[in-house]
């Protein structure tokens, strides 16, 4: 069966940073995968940028628009760009950005989605995972919202944490429950993370770094942690067990 793959992030490197390699793997089994940011990133993710004389933000924001597409071009993803402002925090997230939300979350149709742990330290960050995981998602599968958009309701039951930013795992509470296996598509994510690098520090041996460490607990050589958003469901009685035959 072939998926449809939706990975959000607050800014445009943020998913290839932490899932770029899952995001990959996925595209070249052939499944159908979009790289989504809420913002440019023209002021959370772009310090080298700054550094430049003469910078505005009129100028920063097609340079990560096109690092952002070239990146998701390298790992095989279509590239969507919601372009809200992040010349300020994006929050408070006001009702005409979740509705925006909910509206790629329906034109996509993802069966599966990727986006940031909800307790992570950063706002951007953790207001983008609330709106995937509640206001905007909700939104979507809700038949009575969005009404004179075209888009037909579509609910996402499957929703997975990528790792927090640098260093913040543990004091996040980040108790990771899946290890994806990325050895076969770690070069795509390396070489998908190069277009940051003329805004913002290469940190790319970080990222290899704790890709290595994951593959030792997972027992590869590079993997990728996530968290699996537990979503309400009411149900008769648990489902089957998975060794019910043996």
Not at 27 to 36: D, I, P, R, S
Not at 60 to 67: A, D, G, Y
Not at 194 to 200: A, C, D, G, K
């Amino acid at each position: 069966m072939k998926l449809r793959i939706l990975a959000v992030g607050a800014h445009p490197a943020d998913v290839q940073k932490r899932a770029g390699g899952a995001v990959a793997s996925y595209a070249y089994e052939g499944h159908e995968v979009y790289v989504a940011s809420l913002t440019f990133g023209e002021t959370q993710e772009s310090q080298l940028l700054w550094e430049k004389p003469d910078m505005t933000i009129e100028k920063v924001k097609p340079i990560r628009r096109r690092e952002f597409l070239r990146s998701a071009e390298i790992v095989g993803a279509k590239p969507v760009m919601l372009g809200f402002d992040d010349n300020f925090p994006i929050h408070p997230l006001t009702d005409e950005k979740q509705v925006k939300i909910a509206e790629m979350i329906r034109e996509m149709r993802p069966h599966i989605i990727l986006t940031h742990w909800l307790m992570t330290l950063y706002d951007d960050h953790r207001l983008t995972a609330k709106a995937i995981c509640f206001t905007a998602r909700e939104m979507a599968a809700d038949p009575n919202k969005l009404e004179g958009t075209g888009l037909e309701p579509w609910n996402v039951e499957d929703i997975y944490f990528f790792e927090p930013a640098e260093r913040y795992a543990s004091v996040t509470g980040f108790l990771e429950d899946v290890y994806i296996d990325v050895t076969d598509s770690w070069e795509a994510k390396m070489k998908s993370l190069e277009p940051f690098w003329y805004s913002q520090r290469n940190n790319a041996d970080y990222y290899t770094q704790i890709a290595l460490y994951c593959g030792t607990q997972a027992g590869v050589k590079y993997a990728e942690r996530f968290v699996q958003f537990r979503t309400k469901r009411a149900l008769k009685l648990f489902p089957e067990p998975s060794n019910l035959d043996k």
